[in-house]
């Protein structure tokens, strides 16, 4: 099975960095993605991760270690329309990535 | 863009009724599927489908059905709900492989 944590909630100024984390325990593992979904909305995918390292895309970048069940997702120059809900899912191995299991969601707040 | 439509933002319903909720892609994906996000718990998968006429349970199939009789429509059938399915349903679809997925808006169901 899948096993994912996430922080529930964080909180940053507009304008500056913040980076929320995914630690994954797992029996099977192809990748990881990330969705952005504000409140009343639909998740929205950001990214996907399969090999280690850190792709970078625009803003937003995400980082991935396999080895060590680790992932992250930086927010750069933060604005008021990033504050959202950040889901970490993890895609298992040999199966389809829409049998991924999530986390619980960061809840992110971006103060002025 | 995909476009995944779920037909109703908002249902009330009541213990012991059958309920119906659809959703259509617009994008020829081969797979769709059903999950109910509810807070603490995070996105949780019930059924998906991977072509016409095929299904498969996912983690909470219990007291859930299933309808795929057209590639772009996907239903997903309470037989006789109940309190404890009060919840958002989401709907997604996905092309084959490691897709990311593309969500409905929801559904908020609530069963008095």
């Known amino acids: 099975g899948q096993n994912i944590d996430q922080p529930t909630e964080m909180t940053a100024t507009e304008g500056a960095i913040v980076q929320i984390n995914c630690t994954y325990q797992?029996?099977?593992?192809?990748?990881l993605f990330w969705y952005q979904q504000h409140a009343g909305e639909a998740p929205t995918f950001l990214s996907y991760n399969v090999l280690d390292g850190l792709e970078e895309k625009g803003r937003f970048s995400s980082f991935l270690s396999r080895s060590k069940g680790y992932s992250y997702l930086l927010l750069k120059e933060l604005q008021m329309k990033d504050s959202a809900s950040y889901l970490c899912?993890?895609?298992?191995?040999?199966?389809?990535?829409?049998?991924?299991?999530f986390g619980d969601g960061t809840t992110l707040t971006v103060k002025p | 863009d995909v476009k995944v439509t779920q037909s109703s933002r908002y249902l009330v319903k009541r213990t012991g009724e059958k309920v119906f909720l659809e959703c259509v892609q617009d994008?020829?994906?081969?797979?769709m599927f059903w999950y109910r996000q509810d807070p603490g718990l995070g996105l949780r998968l019930i059924y998906f489908s991977y072509d016409v006429k095929m299904k498969e349970k996912g983690d909470i199939p219990e007291g859930y059905s299933v309808s795929r009789e057209k590639k772009e429509r996907f239903s997903l059938i309470l037989e006789s709900a109940s309190t404890n399915q009060t919840s958002m349903y989401l709907c997604a679809s996905s092309s084959l492989g490691d897709s990311p997925l593309h969500f409905g808006n929801g559904t908020r169901l609530t069963v008095t």
């Open positions: 899912a993890v895609s298992p191995a040999y199966t389809n990535a829409g049998k991924s299991t």
């Open positions: 797992t029996s099977g593992f192809n990748g």
């Open positions: 994008m020829d994906h081969e797979n």
